[in-house]
């Protein structure tokens, strides 16, 4: 069975710019969640998308921006990058069956703002 | 609000010796709590998670974590360290409805020979 994927693993962005990531989660999940990690806030949580319906969304400004498509692939988006967006980006998916369900995680996209 | 503290940046041990990383949660309802690896460059890892149908739970690669509800901690241990144990260990407790996740900080876990 497949694991999550993530595309690209590496980027590079000039300030200013936009970027779309780009996750595809495991045969037959249908939650796909995705979170920043950075040595100094460590590893927060964007939003979780389900069946194409967001359904819960962290504490980040209106330009970090996600979608979910009908194969459950997720896509997420950030306009206008500043220097701090600079993290590794993790995708994770699940069958969303519960809060208990376990959480698959792909090996990220390291995203460098410069 | 749900929450997760892990007490400890950093932790070091010799190899054969006992690990034990601490966490502590925040939660006003029954948690659904997580332990999660990382190793260099890579994803996360789940180890174990606690469902509330044991205290103690067992997970991969001789981990494992005892629930204590009156002290409302979810430490993690290992009886012998292998060098291969080291890397940055995440517990996690799962956002209202739904299966988002909010980690703790990490430790880092290191082994020396």
């Known amino acids: 069975k497949a694991g999550v994927t993530q595309t690209p693993r590496y980027l590079i962005k000039t300030r200013g710019q936009q970027v779309t990531l780009s996750c595809s989660p495991i045969s037959g999940h249908r939650s796909v969640s995705w979170y920043q990690q950075t040595p100094g806030q460590g590893l927060q949580f964007l939003f979780e998308y389900f069946s194409e319906t967001q359904r819960n969304k962290g504490n980040f400004p209106g330009r970090f921006s996600g979608r979910q498509f009908s194969n459950s692939r997720s896509e997420m988006n950030v306009s206008t990058l500043e220097l701090g967006d600079s993290a590794l980006y993790l995708c994770?998916?699940?069958?969303?069956?519960?809060?208990?369900?376990?959480?698959?995680f792909g090996q990220g996209t390291r995203l460098t703002v410069v | 609000a749900q929450s997760v503290t892990q007490l400890g940046s950093h932790v070091s041990v010799s190899e054969g010796a006992l690990v034990l990383l601490r966490c502590n949660y925040s939660s006003s309802v029954p948690p659904y709590l997580f332990w999660y690896v990382q190793y260099p460059n890579q994803g996360l890892q789940l180890l174990l998670k606690y469902t509330s149908a044991a205290t103690l739970v067992k997970g991969i690669n001789g981990f494992e974590a005892e629930f204590k509800k009156s002290e409302t901690s979810f430490h993690l241990t290992k009886p012998s360290a292998h060098m291969s144990d080291a890397a940055e260990y995440f517990c996690?407790?799962?956002?209202?409805?739904?299966?988002?996740?909010?980690f703790g900080k990490g430790t880092t876990l290191s082994v020396s020979s």
């Open positions: 996690a407790v799962t956002y209202q409805a739904g299966t988002a996740l909010i």
């Open positions: 994770a998916s699940s069958s969303g069956g519960g809060m208990n369900t376990e959480a698959f």
